[in-house]
């Protein structure tokens, strides 16, 4: 996505450099960008980590998936750890890209399952929660490059 349709930046630009940029609407528009991917990935690693837990201290309805699949008993918790791990890797910046695509391979195991041995209407969480997870992965990348092109056009305007 450009940031001029993103934020509504107007400006002529010059060898890919924008020369007018309303530097306060930018700013905004990256603040309100940062808070909105604070709101999901919170919600999301809140999800995370009680499922997880859930996981870990063998919650009957949280293991009866992997016993409906005749996988070991073991599982259930290392996908608990996992997603526990996960939910704490979405709170570090760092990490948050990493923790938001594995836990992405744990949902699509969890749609896999609702698809075949449930009913396709009851992966709908699986879903959302996979939809939530790219959006987290889209906003940490687009921040990012906003934040580039804010530093970018400090250093050009700083130059004159």
């Known amino acids: 996505?450009?940031?001029?349709?993103?934020?509504?930046v107007k400006g002529q630009s010059i060898n890919g450099l924008v020369a007018e940029v309303d530097t306060q609407k930018l700013f905004f528009c990256t603040n309100t960008l940062n808070r909105a991917a604070a709101s999901v990935t919170l919600a999301l690693s809140i999800v995370f980590f009680?499922?997880?837990?859930a996981k870990l201290f063998?919650?009957?309805?949280f293991h009866a998936p992997f016993t409906l699949m005749n996988l070991p008993t073991g599982f259930?918790?290392?996908?608990?750890?996992?997603?526990?791990?996960?939910?704490l890797g979405l709170c570090l910046r760092d990490y948050r890209v990493l923790s938001a695509s594995g836990l992405l391979a744990i949902m699509?195991?969890?749609?896999?399952?609702?698809?075949?041995?449930?009913m396709?209407?009851?992966?709908?969480?699986a879903l959302s929660l996979?939809?939530?997870?790219?959006?987290?992965?889209?906003?940490?990348?687009?921040i990012e490059r906003l934040v580039r092109f804010q530093r970018q056009l400090a250093l050009s305007r700083s130059a004159f």
């Not at 699509?108 to 449930?118: Q, R, S």
């Not at 396709?120 to 969480?125: D, E, V, Y």
């Open 58 to 61: 063998g919650v009957p309805m």
């Open 130 to 142: 996979s939809a939530g997870l790219f959006l987290i992965i889209k906003l940490d990348e687009t």
């Open 1 to 8: 996505m450009r940031f001029s349709s993103l934020c509504g």
């Open 76 to 87: 259930g918790y290392v996908i608990g750890l996992m997603e526990v791990i996960g939910a």
């Open 108 to 118: 699509m195991g969890a749609i896999y399952f609702h698809f075949n041995y449930e």
């Open 50 to 53: 009680i499922s997880g837990f």
């Open 120 to 125: 396709p209407m009851n992966a709908l969480p």
